[in-house]
């Protein structure tokens, strides 16, 4: 009876560590505008896309480019984007009220810069 007391205390400790953990990605939480860039004529070029970053977990509402992605507590960012059934794959880093990074898709391919809103 007398490691009771501790045993409370440990599951309590544990219990509350994944709560606490999402704090230091909520920091990037917000509207962020990305513009994605590539240098090849066809894959297109300047579309600027809105996402949400909430808790470090991010989303659009876009209802044709929906995205999915997360953000760790440094700032590294991996994000899939979807359009009907062609996909892409970012990542990158985001300090602060900017960012920028890599994506590729498909044949395509290029750069995107992101600004907090």
């Keep these: 009876m007398k490691y009771f007391p501790k045993l409370v205390i440990a599951i309590g400790l544990l219990?509350?560590?994944?709560?606490?953990?999402?704090?230091a990605a909520a920091t990037f939480d917000g509207e962020w505008n990305v513009r994605i860039s590539s240098s090849r004529p066809d894959c297109?070029?300047?579309?600027?896309?809105a996402i949400d970053i909430t808790n470090?977990?991010?989303?659009?509402?876009n209802?044709?480019?929906?995205?999915?992605?997360?953000?760790?507590?440094?700032?590294?960012?991996?994000?899939?984007?979807?359009s009907g059934v062609k996909r892409a794959i970012g990542s990158g880093n985001l300090s602060g009220s900017s960012g920028s990074g890599a994506w590729?898709?498909?044949?395509?391919?290029?750069?995107?810069?992101a600004q907090r809103i």
């Excluded at 219990?15 to 704090?23: G, I, M, Q």
């Design 63 to 82: 209802p044709v480019v929906r995205a999915s992605g997360r953000v760790a507590d440094g700032g590294n960012i991996s994000v899939t984007l979807m």
């Design 15 to 23: 219990l509350t560590a994944p709560l606490a953990r999402p704090a």
């Design 104 to 113: 590729h898709g498909g044949i395509c391919s290029g750069t995107w810069t």
């Design 44 to 49: 297109g070029n300047g579309a600027t896309l």
């Design 56 to 61: 470090g977990h991010v989303a659009s509402d």
